[in-house]
Nanobody
Framework: QVQLVESGGGLVQAGGSLRLSCAASGRTFSNYGTGWFRQAPGKEREFVAVISRSGGATDYADSVKGRFTISRDNAKNTVYLQMNSLKPEDTAVYYC?????????WGQGTQVTVSS
């Protein structure tokens, strides 16, 4: 089992940037594919970005392509989400998720609020 803790959220103006971090503990983090998801008020949780165990492959939701970048540092057991050119519609709670085989683990989330 792995424990995940997100940080880096906050309030930012439209056009600004934030970098989220997801720190993992408990198991060998490099064994886990990891992704970011978000959930806005009144909406379902949605996929944002994913990165492979080695960091060699990434994928993004169309809504964030070209603006967000996911990366990982397995030596630090941390995954990052660099968010640039933020829009009010990016406002949500952002969650980190780690996957190992059929098992999924979630963090507690970090709030991102983008003002217009």
């Amino acid at each position: 089992q792995v424990q995940l803790v997100e940080s880096g959220g906050g309030l930012v103006q439209a056009g600004g940037s934030l970098r989220l971090s997801c720190a993992a503990s408990g198991r060998t983090f490099s064994n886990y594919g990891t992704g970011w998801f978000r959930q806005a008020p009144g909406k379902e949780r949605e996929f944002v970005a994913v990165i492979s165990r080695s960091g060699g492959a990434t994928d993004y939701a169309d809504s964030v392509k070209g603006r967000f970048t996911i990366s990982r540092d397995n030596a630090k057991n941390t995954v990052y989400l660099q968010m640039n050119s933020l829009k009010p519609e990016d406002t949500a709670v952002y969650y980190c998720r780690a996957r190992y085989s059929a098992y999924y683990y979630w963090g507690q989330g970090t709030q991102v609020t983008v003002s217009s």
